[in-house]
């Protein structure tokens, strides 16, 4: 500061009003010049003042005409409004100039209304008819086009009824930075001369950059006859794209963010991307989330196949929470919801719903055309391409004997991809469908995964619910994965064995454009090695569908369970090798008991097997093996054995069962719900809502704890609900949600922007009870505010807002005992005393009767140790006659016990007398899941109201109770 004092003092003040002005003059020259590159344009189709001779600056004389905006060259910071509700049909829109992505030229809309519309035509017919070869005679082509330049924003326009959409492309060999577009609804773009693969492409060059009509189209190089610069930095979000051949072509690609668009009901494919992060100097990353692909490819399909996604030459890239539904291929093969068609690396598909699709859930392969290095042309796989977390359900519908489809992945030649594959739940379309179909196996349609993948925490279920645990599913080089072990007879932890790699590819086929090989089917020499399990001495091996035991050294496939369940244990054993030996014994084993579930011995040359179905409850812990033992000799022992164990799900529970609305009323958006809670812990597996037949769009799902107000599921789930006939429609959970007993929730279905929802007023002035669930008078709850949990009351009104709800599987004491005699010597309070591992609810009692044993029995449950009958009072039970066997008493409320607590379950006899019993039955406990009972549990007394505790001859007198673990 001195310093500047003493210049300003040693020069002439005359030289200081000179330097001023002069840097007055200076400084409004450089605002004038900002001002001139930060211009705001007006257009309209409608405005009285409109014209396309003055400035176009203000809104009261805005331009007309969008000729006369593709004839200006924009600046970066610019923006040009289009006026909302105005259409501009007969035209295109070239957008011409370059911003940047920090400093944008913007399209938007000013005024109030529609968004401003650009329709080349008025409807997807009025479009001329493609012509292959002459470019005029397509008529008009694009809606919105900019040809080597970015930077700009386009926001809050719909584009309609013309060839392509929305299209960006460059021919330079430098890079371009920017391409923002927002809040657009794209639609009915259709009639593009089309690709005639598998022909070679004879169209006009300015017709071959696209296969097809493209809704919105974003490459950074223009044709395929040469290399040209990326466009970096992309933006597409809020947007929605209806009826296109395709809606999302994004490529030759950088930095991609994709969030919140809607892609439904396109003619040929579905969201392509297509060398994106791939071949650039990096870092970069790309991301679609939050979005919806729906129907397509569902009119024609294409030749080369259709996928709803599909990922080509692309790096680093996220996919999170998109939907991806009934893509078809009812021209071409395919029909998959997501496609790694080749040369991926780091691609994540997560959180997402892939759902109702002709083809595979997912496609891996190692395609000959994208599969390859331009340089080198020699094939490169897919690396790291992970599947997380996904709800995966009613995949491969299509019936095609040419090309078979699986529930989750089709899998083709792809090797040490990496990759991780877990925590997905996938359901099948049925019982009888193969999970995978993997080319390299033989047979290709197997339950088995690809090999070369982490996996973990993967659910199999069939469409009713039930959990499936194939042994050739969860087979993996870790012992313990998915809760399968390998042991060498049943002590020693097997050693794995990984397979050698398998010889590389024919690189011997047809040319492509690129002037590189395209046969990518493996050579006649070409392995495909599945690792195994093997004793570290001896000759005992144990493959993903096989077993091959030594002698003295039985093959132990062990699966254990991670809860109380009941389960069920169906597959053939059979040998594989029929060439010669002397057979192998298989059996299988709950917890090394000394009787085994199930037991055969298979001939050498037993090609058919021995098949087995089993039912049993298991608790945490308890482990089922499956055992092939050699004999003699070894010789041709390998045994095909891969046996399932499926988690069988009480039948579902909803609180409403005949009831229907008395209206439907369509006042004001609101968040409907009902107030619950289930008397034994369990799982919600659906939500459903009943609707008119017009009610349709998206419901937002939720489910609250009714005290805590906190929402329980994962997120909230947006539910398209469709049109059709009036009823219940269900919504399947994609994770079931766990919920305790006695516990008030509420379960929440917005209504759409249609409005509709059913009402009966006073439907809850009582409540509505079926099996455990239970409600309450003014269980029908609403709010007007979007996503808060509904608690407002009206009238008692029943919004039809539902549940299915699963109770914890029930376990009873006695399976399949049956007495060996009646007595009926005298009156007597009969029990049996057990205790249970875990805390939970007795629901109800059961006794086992002759077909005559009848009259009035007296229930209670006592607690042991203290001499007190628990129960609130003791009930009285009419048993009637009938054929002989089980008959239950359901408890009015079902009774808390705790864990490891003994109690005594007593039910009298009847004035008749009779009893069942079998002597001896009690000389060793019968345990049953988490049931415990002890020798001589029989109890008995001739003081009825009492509690037994005599025994007899370690006798089984048959009283038992259904208990439900909390």
Same mark, same amino acid.
């Given at each position: 500061?001195?310093?500047?004092?003493?210049?300003?003092?040693?020069?002439?003040?005359?030289?200081?009003?000179?330097?001023?002005?002069?840097?007055?003059?200076?400084?409004?020259?450089?605002?004038?010049?900002?001002?001139?590159?930060?211009?705001?344009?007006?257009?309209?189709?409608?405005?009285?003042?409109?014209?396309?001779?003055?400035?176009?600056?203000?809104?009261?004389?805005?331009?007309?005409?969008?000729?006369?905006?593709?004839?200006?060259?924009?600046?970066?910071?610019?923006?040009?409004?289009?006026?909302?509700?105005?259409?501009?049909?007969?035209?295109?829109?070239?957008?011409?100039?370059?911003?940047?992505?920090?400093?944008?030229?913007?399209?938007?809309?000013?005024?109030?209304?529609?968004?401003?519309?650009?329709?080349?035509?008025?409807?997807?017919?009025?479009?001329?008819?493609?012509?292959?070869?002459?470019?005029?005679?397509?008529?008009?082509?694009?809606?919105?086009?900019?040809?080597?330049?970015?930077?700009?924003?386009?926001?809050?326009?719909?584009?309609?009824?013309?060839?392509?959409?929305?299209?960006?492309?460059?021919?330079?060999?430098?890079?371009?930075?920017?391409?923002?577009?927002?809040?657009?609804?794209? #639609?009915?773009?259709?009639?593009?001369?089309?690709?005639?693969?598998?022909?070679?492409?004879?169209?006009?060059?300015?017709?071959?950059?696209?296969?097809?009509?493209?809704?919105?189209?974003?490459?950074?190089?223009?044709?395929?006859?040469?290399? &040209?610069?990326?466009?970096?930095?992309?933006?597409?979000?809020?947007?929605?794209?209806?009826?296109?051949?395709?809606?999302?072509?994004?490529?030759?690609?950088?930095?991609?963010?994709?969030?919140?668009?809607?892609?439904?009901?396109?003619?040929?494919?579905?969201?392509?991307?297509?060398?994106?992060?791939?071949?650039?100097?990096?870092?970069?990353?790309?991301?679609?989330?939050?979005?919806?692909?729906?129907?397509?490819?569902?009119?024609?399909?294409?030749?080369?196949?259709?996928?709803?996604?599909?990922?080509?030459?692309?790096?680093?890239?996220?996919?999170?929470?998109?939907?991806? =539904?009934?893509?078809?291929?009812?021209?071409?093969?395919?029909?998959? $919801?997501?496609?790694?068609?080749?040369?991926?690396?780091?691609?994540?598909?997560?959180?997402?719903?892939?759902?109702?699709?002709?083809?595979?859930?997912?496609?891996?392969?190692?395609?000959?055309?994208?599969?390859?290095?331009?340089?080198?042309?020699?094939?490169?796989?897919?690396?790291?391409?992970?599947?997380?977390?996904?709800?995966?359900?009613?995949?491969?519908?299509?019936?095609?004997?040419?090309?078979?489809?699986?529930?989750?992945?089709?899998?083709?030649?792809?090797?040490?991809?990496?990759?991780?594959?877990?925590?997905?739940?996938?359901?099948?379309?049925?019982?009888?469908?193969?999970?995978?179909?993997?080319?390299?196996?033989?047979?290709?349609?197997?339950?088995?995964?690809?090999?070369?993948?982490?996996?973990?925490?993967?659910?199999?279920?069939?469409?009713?619910?039930?959990?499936? #645990?194939?042994?050739?599913?969860?087979?993996?080089?870790?012992?313990?994965?998915?809760?399968?072990? &390998?042991?060498?007879?049943?002590?020693?932890?097997?050693?794995?064995?990984?397979?050698?790699?398998?010889?590389?590819?024919?690189?011997? $086929?047809?040319?492509?454009?690129?002037?590189?090989?395209?046969?990518?089917?493996?050579?006649?020499?070409?392995?495909?090695?599945?690792?195994?399990?093997?004793?570290?001495?001896?000759?005992?091996?144990?493959?993903?569908?096989?077993?091959?035991?030594?002698?003295?050294?039985?093959?132990?496939?062990?699966?254990?369970?991670?809860?109380?369940?009941?389960?069920?244990?169906?597959?053939?054993?059979?040998?594989?090798?029929?060439?010669?030996?002397?057979?192998?014994?298989?059996?299988?084993?709950?917890?090394?008991?000394?009787?085994?579930?199930?037991?055969?011995?298979?001939? &050498?040359?037993?090609?058919?097997?021995?098949?087995?179905?089993?039912?049993?409850?298991?608790?945490?812990?308890?482990?089922?093996?499956?055992?092939?033992?050699?004999?003699?000799?070894?010789?041709?022992?390998?045994?095909?054995?891969?046996?399932?164990?499926?988690?069988?799900?009480?039948?579902?529970?909803?609180?409403?069962?005949?009831?229907?609305?008395?209206?439907?009323?369509?006042?004001?958006?609101?968040?409907?719900?009902?107030?619950?809670?289930?008397?034994?812990? =369990?799982?919600?597996?659906?939500?459903?809502?009943?609707?008119?037949?017009?009610?349709?769009?998206?419901?937002?799902?939720?489910?609250?704890?009714?005290?805590?107000?906190?929402?329980?599921?994962?997120?909230?789930?947006?539910?398209?609900?469709? =049109?059709?006939?009036?009823?219940?429609?269900?919504?399947?959970?994609?994770?079931?949600?766990?919920?305790?007993?006695?516990?008030?929730?509420?379960?929440?279905?917005?209504?759409?922007?249609?409005?509709?929802?059913?009402?009966?007023?006073?439907?809850?002035?009582?409540?509505?009870?079926?099996?455990?669930?239970?409600?309450?008078?003014?269980?029908?709850?609403?709010?007007?505010?979007?996503?808060?949990?509904?608690?407002?009351?009206?009238?008692?009104?029943?919004?039809?807002?539902?549940?299915?709800?699963?109770?914890?599987?029930?376990?009873?004491?006695?399976?399949?005992?049956?007495?060996?005699?009646?007595?009926?010597?005298?009156?007597?309070?009969?029990?049996?005393?057990?205790?249970?591992?875990?805390?939970?609810?007795?629901?109800?009692?059961?006794?086992?009767?002759?077909?005559?044993?009848?009259?009035?029995?007296?229930?209670?449950?006592?607690?042991?140790?203290?001499?007190?009958?628990?129960?609130?009072?003791?009930?009285?039970?009419?048993?009637?006659?009938?054929?002989? =066997?089980?008959?239950?008493?359901?408890?009015?409320?079902?009774?808390?016990?705790?864990?490891?607590?003994?109690?005594?379950?007593?039910?009298?006899?009847?004035?008749?007398?009779?009893?069942?019993?079998?002597?001896?039955?009690?000389?060793?406990?019968?345990?049953?899941?988490?049931?415990?009972?002890?020798?001589?549990?029989?109890?008995?007394?001739?003081?009825?109201?009492?509690?037994?505790?005599?025994?007899?001859?370690?006798?089984?007198?048959?009283?038992?109770?259904?208990?439900?673990?909390?």
């Amino acid at each position: 500061m001195k310093v500047q004092s003493a210049f300003l003092l040693s020069v002439p003040r005359k030289w200081i009003y000179a330097f001023a002005f002069a840097s007055i003059f200076l400084i409004a020259g450089f605002a004038a010049a900002g001002e001139a590159h930060a211009q705001t344009y007006y257009v309209s189709s409608s405005d009285p003042g409109r014209s396309d001779s003055g400035p176009g600056t203000s809104a009261s004389a805005p331009w007309a005409t969008l000729t006369k905006v593709s004839s200006v060259t924009f600046n970066a910071g610019d923006t040009i409004l289009l006026k909302k509700g105005d259409t501009w049909t007969g035209e295109t829109l070239f957008l011409k100039g370059s911003g940047t992505s920090s400093n944008w030229i913007t399209l938007s809309s000013y005024g109030t209304g529609a968004r401003p519309r650009i329709t080349p035509y008025t409807s997807e017919a009025a479009i001329p008819a493609a012509d292959p070869t002459n470019v005029a005679n397509n008529g008009i082509m694009y809606g919105i086009r900019l040809q080597n330049n970015a930077g700009w924003k386009i926001v809050g326009i719909e584009v309609a009824y013309t060839k392509m959409g929305i299209v960006y492309t460059n021919d330079n060999t430098d890079n371009k930075d920017g391409l923002w577009i927002e809040d657009c609804y794209v #639609h009915n773009i259709a009639k593009w001369p089309i690709h005639p693969y598998p022909s070679a492409d004879n169209r006009a060059a300015e017709l071959q950059y696209a296969a097809y009509s493209i809704g919105i189209y974003a490459h950074g190089r223009h044709l395929d006859s040469g290399l &040209y610069g990326h466009l970096q930095n992309i933006t597409i979000k809020n947007t929605t794209i209806n009826n296109t051949d395709a809606p999302l072509d994004v490529g030759w690609a950088d930095n991609i963010t994709i969030d919140s668009i809607t892609a439904k009901d396109s003619y040929r494919e579905g969201v392509q991307f297509g060398h994106v992060n791939y071949d650039g100097a990096g870092p970069f990353v790309g991301s679609f989330t939050n979005s919806r692909i729906l129907r397509s490819g569902y009119l024609y399909g294409f030749a080369w196949g259709s996928a709803g996604l599909q990922f080509n030459a692309v790096h680093h890239f996220t996919v999170d929470n998109v939907e991806i =539904g009934s893509t078809k291929a009812p021209d071409g093969p395919d029909g998959v $919801g997501v496609d790694f068609e080749g040369l991926n690396t780091d691609v994540t598909v997560q959180n997402s719903y892939i759902h109702d699709n002709d083809g595979d859930a997912f496609m891996l392969t190692r395609n000959g055309f994208w599969g390859r290095n331009e340089v080198t042309g020699m094939p490169i796989e897919n690396a790291n391409t992970s599947i997380i977390g996904n709800y995966i359900v009613n995949n491969g519908l299509k019936i095609d004997p040419n090309q078979p489809h699986a529930a989750f992945m089709v899998h083709g030649w792809n090797l040490g991809n990496g990759g991780t594959i877990s925590g997905n739940t996938i359901v099948k379309a049925s019982a009888s469908q193969a999970l995978n179909h993997i080319f390299e196996r033989t047979p290709r349609l197997t339950e088995s995964m690809p090999r070369d993948h982490v996996y973990a925490n993967n659910i199999v279920k069939l469409p009713g619910g039930n959990i499936i #645990h194939y042994a050739a599913t969860g087979f993996y080089k870790t012992q313990g994965a998915a809760g399968w072990s &390998y042991l060498v007879n049943g002590s020693t932890n097997a050693v794995w064995q990984e397979a050698p790699a398998p010889n590389d590819y024919d690189d011997a $086929g047809t040319t492509q454009s690129y002037g590189i090989p395209y046969d990518y089917a493996p050579n006649a020499n070409w392995q495909y090695g599945q690792g195994y399990w093997k004793s570290s001495t001896g000759g005992m091996q144990i493959g993903d569908n096989w077993l091959l035991p030594d002698v003295g050294q039985a093959a132990h496939r062990v699966w254990t369970s991670d809860g109380i369940k009941k389960i069920r244990i169906t597959g053939t054993a059979k040998k594989a090798d029929v060439s010669g030996g002397d057979g192998v014994d298989v059996k299988i084993v709950k917890n090394n008991d000394a009787t085994p579930l199930w037991s055969g011995t298979l001939a &050498y040359n037993d090609a058919t097997g021995l098949s087995h179905d089993v039912t049993l409850m298991v608790k945490s812990g308890d482990k089922i093996s499956f055992i092939a033992s050699a004999k003699s000799s070894a010789t041709g022992d390998k045994t095909e054995w891969n046996p399932v164990i499926e988690e069988v799900q009480e039948p579902g529970q909803s609180i409403y069962t005949t009831q229907v609305p008395s209206n439907f009323f369509s006042d004001a958006r609101y968040d409907l719900g009902t107030k619950f809670k289930a008397n034994v812990s =369990g799982t919600i597996t659906k939500v459903r809502i009943y609707t008119k037949d017009t009610e349709s769009g998206i419901h937002t799902v939720r489910i609250w704890n009714a005290t805590t107000g906190a929402m329980l599921l994962p997120k909230a789930y947006d539910w398209d609900i469709p =049109g059709g006939t009036a009823g219940w429609k269900e919504f399947t959970l994609p994770v079931p949600l766990a919920i305790s007993a006695d516990t008030d929730y509420i379960v929440s279905v917005t209504n759409s922007t249609d409005l509709y929802y059913a009402d009966t007023q006073h439907g809850f002035d009582s409540p509505i009870n079926n099996g455990n669930l239970i409600t309450y008078a003014a269980s029908g709850v609403g709010s007007t505010t979007l996503g808060t949990m509904p608690s407002i009351t009206y009238l008692n009104s029943s919004f039809f807002r539902d549940i299915v709800f699963v109770p914890t599987p029930s376990q009873t004491i006695f399976t399949t005992q049956t007495p060996d005699n009646y007595f009926y010597d005298a009156q007597y309070e009969l029990g049996t005393k057990f205790k249970t591992s875990v805390a939970g609810k007795i629901t109800k009692v059961r006794i086992y009767t002759n077909g005559v044993e009848t009259g009035t029995h007296m229930v209670r449950i006592w607690n042991v140790a203290t001499g007190t009958m628990i129960l609130p009072t003791a009930y009285s039970w009419s048993v009637p006659t009938g054929a002989a =066997g089980w008959k239950e008493f359901t408890l009015p409320t079902p009774q808390a016990i705790s864990a490891n607590t003994d109690y005594i379950v007593a039910v009298s006899t009847g004035t008749d007398k009779l009893y069942a019993d079998t002597q001896h039955g009690f000389d060793s406990p019968i345990n049953n899941g988490s049931l415990v009972t002890y020798a001589a549990s029989g109890v008995g007394t001739t003081a009825l109201g009492t509690m037994p505790t005599s025994t007899y001859l370690n006798s089984n007198l048959f009283r038992d109770i259904v208990f439900v673990a909390d």
